[in-house]
């Protein structure tokens, strides 16, 4: 049974650090990322790592803030976030794609998704 395991959201003041942490177990997975989703907003896009040679992809508001890893041997993504603003509030998705090592940012190309952790960041 496959499964994504994230942890590590919670409340924080602007400018503060959270660290996300999404553990796959029953898949071996090519590409591995997080997307996002505001209240009253799509979900979207946030970052990825593919598993091989650990190519990244961030999206534009995010870069220089956020830092995507892997550890393949645990199976396991982890996503730093710092200098956190407000409007990076959001439950935060672990994605995972069994089928291509090619990093995409659409959502319809990840075959597996954890259940969602809330990121909150105040002003």
């Known amino acids: 049974q496959v499964r994504l395991e994230e942890s590590g959201g919670g409340s924080v003041q602007a400018g503060g650090s959270l660290r996300l942490s999404c553990a796959a177990s029953?898949?071996?997975?090519?590409?591995m990322g997080w997307f996002r989703q505001a209240p009253g907003k799509e979900r979207e896009f946030v970052t990825a790592i593919s598993g091989s040679n650990r190519s990244t992809y961030y999206t534009a508001s995010v870069k220089g803030r956020f830092t995507i890893s892997r550890d393949n041997a645990k199976n396991t993504v982890y996503l730093q976030m710092n200098s956190l603003k407000p409007e990076d509030t959001a439950v935060y998705y672990c994605a995972a794609s069994s089928r291509s090592s090619v990093i995409y940012t659409s959502e319809i190309r990840y075959d597996y998704w954890g259940q969602g952790t809330q990121v909150t960041v105040s002003s």
């Open positions: 029953g898949l071996s997975a090519y590409v």
